[in-house]
């Protein structure tokens, strides 16, 4: 009888990392993962798509330098490839498009773009157990996987 009760707490104590993952799922507000060679994130909020509400979208809705230190104006999409879209702010932009639900972690075939470099990558989301996002943008063969973690909001959840 002990050794069933003890071996209950232990299960329910490991997989409460993955239900807290699973009941939260992939909606919410996500920190970038810093890069190298960069000391700045975004905070990107995902939710359904406005025009799609079967599929996610993610915009950016904060920035830890919003300023650009040229300009001392908000930063713009100046990286842009379409001459047009460069003077659009970053703050509200949409940075992730598209992504079509594969099951409650993982969400594929949808675009990720970086107003750093002005590219458009194929991405693919999944939430992992420790309720990490991995976000992974492809080129031909190639990909590369960023680690965003959740933001937690106001309210403590």
């Not at 707490?9 to 409460?16: E, G, K, M, N, S």
């Given at each position: 009888?002990?050794?069933?009760?003890?071996?209950?707490?232990?299960?329910?104590f490991l997989?409460?990392?993955?239900?807290?993952a699973?009941?939260?799922?992939?909606?919410g507000?996500?920190?970038t993962e810093?890069?190298?060679?960069?000391?700045r994130?975004?905070h990107?909020?995902?939710?359904?798509?406005?025009?799609?509400?079967?599929?996610?979208?993610g915009?950016?809705i904060?920035?830890e330098?919003?300023i650009d230190?040229?300009?001392?104006?908000?930063k713009?999409?100046?990286?842009?490839?379409?001459?047009?879209l460069?003077?659009?702010?970053v703050?509200?932009?949409?940075?992730?498009k598209?992504f079509d639900?594969?099951?409650?972690?993982?969400?594929v075939d949808?675009?990720?773009y970086?107003?750093?470099?002005?590219?458009?990558?194929?991405?693919?989301i999944?939430?992992?157990?420790?309720?990490?996002?991995k976000?992974t943008?492809?080129v031909?063969?190639?990909?590369?996987?960023?680690?965003?973690?959740?933001?937690?909001?106001?309210?403590?959840?």
């Amino acid at each position: 009888m002990k050794k069933t009760l003890s071996t209950l707490i232990v299960t329910a104590f490991l997989a409460t990392p993955l239900l807290a993952a699973e009941s939260q799922g992939i909606k919410g507000v996500w920190q970038t993962e810093k890069k190298e060679d960069e000391n700045r994130t975004a905070h990107v909020e995902i939710s359904n798509c406005t025009d799609n509400p079967e599929q996610l979208c993610g915009k950016i809705i904060a920035l830890e330098e919003p300023i650009d230190p040229e300009t001392g104006e908000p930063k713009r999409d100046k990286q842009n490839p379409e001459k047009n879209l460069r003077d659009r702010p970053v703050m509200g932009l949409l940075m992730l498009k598209g992504f079509d639900k594969k099951d409650d972690m993982t969400y594929v075939d949808g675009t990720i773009y970086s107003p750093r470099t002005g590219k458009t990558y194929e991405s693919k989301i999944h939430l992992t157990k420790d309720g990490i996002l991995k976000v992974t943008g492809y080129v031909f063969f190639f990909s590369k996987t960023q680690d965003w973690t959740r933001v937690k909001e106001l309210n403590g959840k």
